[in-house]
């Protein structure tokens, strides 16, 4: 139906979103187990430095410091 086109993109969207997350936790080997375990924080910091490093990667390679 045309008028559930948009709403199926976005849930499309978002269940893509989802399945790259959960692979991305299933090659780092975390379960919610080893989550808990370790606390969310570690966690956290890993994501926060994983993006500053994409961000001034592609910055520099933006900027013409590095090649892609």
Same mark, same amino acid.
């Given at each position: ?6 709403? +199926?993109?976005?849930?499309? #969207? ?8 959960? =692979?991305?936790? &299933? %090659? !780092? +080997?975390?379960?919610?187990? #080893? ?8 966690? =956290?910091?890993? &994501? %926060? !430095? ?19």
């Amino acid at each position: 139906r045309p008028e559930l086109r948009a709403s +199926g993109e976005l849930l499309a #969207a978002a269940a893509r979103r989802a399945m790259v997350l959960t =692979l991305f936790l &299933v %090659g !780092l +080997g975390l379960s919610r187990d #080893a989550v808990r375990t370790v606390g969310a924080r570690p966690l =956290l910091l890993g &994501v %926060g !430095l994983w993006v500053v490093s994409a961000t001034a990667s592609l910055a520099a390679i933006w900027a013409g410091w590095a090649s892609a």
